[in-house]
């Protein structure tokens, strides 16, 4: 193995624009993108969000996935050590008009978002019939 392949990614900010409203932290997902005939699949690593803490909406041609990710620290004792940052994930994707944006599917497991991006079926050539007026 090479160094490159044993160097941690440390998590990645988001860089808003302008001021926040509150003061939260937002991350950067890791994604996998694939594309087969049928669709376009993205996969984002969300660790510690559960389901009721994502957002996926598509607007304007732009695929926004937001997760939340509850603070699980312990009330009790105190802390010593704090190596993991909690707070959410954001990331954009602009959506190509090749995709069926009525047909989008969201799935999260084990911390892994799945989002479905049908193809449109294409335009398929056809006669048409001129009418006598």
């Not at 003061?23 to 005939?37: H, L, N, R, S, T």
């Not at 969300?46 to 304007?60: F, I, Q, R, Y």
């Not at 602009?94 to 079926?121: C, F, H, S, Y």
């Amino acid at each position: 193995m090479s160094e490159q392949e044993l160097q941690v990614q440390e998590k990645q900010m988001v860089q808003q624009e302008g001021e926040a409203t509150k003061p939260e932290k937002y991350f950067i997902p890791a994604v996998d993108i694939f594309e087969d005939e049928d669709k376009v699949t993205v996969v984002a690593e969300m660790p510690g969000v559960k389901t009721s803490g994502v957002d996926v909406a598509l607007e304007d041609d732009v695929l926004t996935i937001r997760g939340h990710q509850e603070d699980d620290a312990p009330k009790e004792g105190r802390l010593l050590l704090q190596e993991y940052e909690t707070g959410s994930y954001l990331r954009r994707f602009t959506v190509a008009e090749t995709i069926d944006q009525d047909k989008i599917q969201a799935t999260m497991t084990d911390g892994m978002l799945t989002v479905e991006l049908p193809k449109a079926a294409p335009a398929k050539p056809r006669k048409i019939e001129v009418q006598a007026g």
